[in-house]
T-cell receptor, first 115, second 115 residues
Framework: AQKVTQAQTEISVVEKEDVTLDCVYETRDTTYYLFWYKQPPSGELVFLIRRNSFDEQNEISGRYSWNFQKSTSSFNFTITASQVVDSAVYFCALSGMNTGNQFYFGTGTSLTVIP | GAGVSQSPSNKVTEKGKDVELRCDPISGHTALYWYRQSLGQGLEFLIYFQGNSAPDKSGLPSDRFSAERTGGSVSTLTIQRTQQEDSAVYLC?????????????FGPGTRLTVL
């Protein structure tokens, strides 16, 4: 079965704090892809990152970083020195070579950054 | 515009009426997805189109839901005999390639309210 779990429903942090959003996935595919999307209050989902299952290198992009660990089936997302503009719902998603091109999204984590 | 567009942005209808939701994907994108996002929920996959292949309809919740894609471009999602539980935001996404590796570009969504 393909499944994405984002156990944190809502998180609030004070501006400039670091925050980590958890994502745990389940898949039987040996080749799969993991994604993070941001959904700001305006509603339109914005792509943040894609990672394939063969690349476990962590990635940093500005204040964003991602920690992919196949051993724990996790793909966590950290925002460093959070800002009010980071307030949004963040979705983790999974797709696999054998899932008929379907994408499986988690239920999202709503992040509120308090000024 | 260069992005995915959806119309209408908001639709209020009475229970039992039929509705049509439209999606214009990014030009040249061969893949098109429809999702449903209920309040506080993740994205629920509905249907997937890839080029001229038969669509993957495995996510459609009932036979009241149908979708078509004309000329490999514009898509219409039709909900017949709407029910209150159909109230949600319907999101359309398109992507360049096949399979799960391609990032999706999302439209702004259509908010459907069934009274």
């Amino acid at each position: 079965a393909q499944k994405v779990t984002q156990a944190q429903t809502e998180i609030s942090v004070v501006e400039k704090e670091d925050v980590t959003l958890d994502c745990v996935y389940e898949t039987r595919d040996t080749t799969y892809y993991l994604f993070w999307y941001k959904q700001p209050p305006s509603g339109e989902l914005v792509f943040l990152i894609r990672r394939n299952s063969f690349d476990e290198q962590n990635e940093i992009s500005g204040r964003y970083s991602w920690n992919f660990q196949k051993s724990t089936s996790s793909f966590n997302f950290t925002i460093t020195a959070s800002q009010v503009v980071d307030s949004a719902v963040y979705f983790c998603a999974l797709s696999g070579m054998n899932t008929g091109n379907q994408f499986y999204f988690g239920t999202g984590t709503s992040l509120t950054v308090i000024p | 515009g260069a992005g995915v567009s959806q119309s209408p942005s908001n639709k209020v209808t009475e229970k039992g009426k039929d509705v049509e939701l439209r999606c214009d994907p990014i030009s040249g994108h061969t893949a098109l997805y429809w999702y449903r996002q209920s309040l506080g929920q993740g994205l629920e996959f509905l249907i997937y189109f890839q080029g001229n292949s038969a669509p993957d309809k495995s996510g459609l919740p009932s036979d009241r839901f149908s979708a078509e894609r004309t000329g490999g471009s514009v898509s219409t999602l039709t909900i017949q005999r709407t029910q209150q539980e159909d109230s949600a935001v319907y999101l359309c996404a398109s992507s360049l390639g096949t399979g799960g590796a391609s990032r999706q570009f999302f439209g702004p969504g259509t908010r459907l309210t069934v009274l």
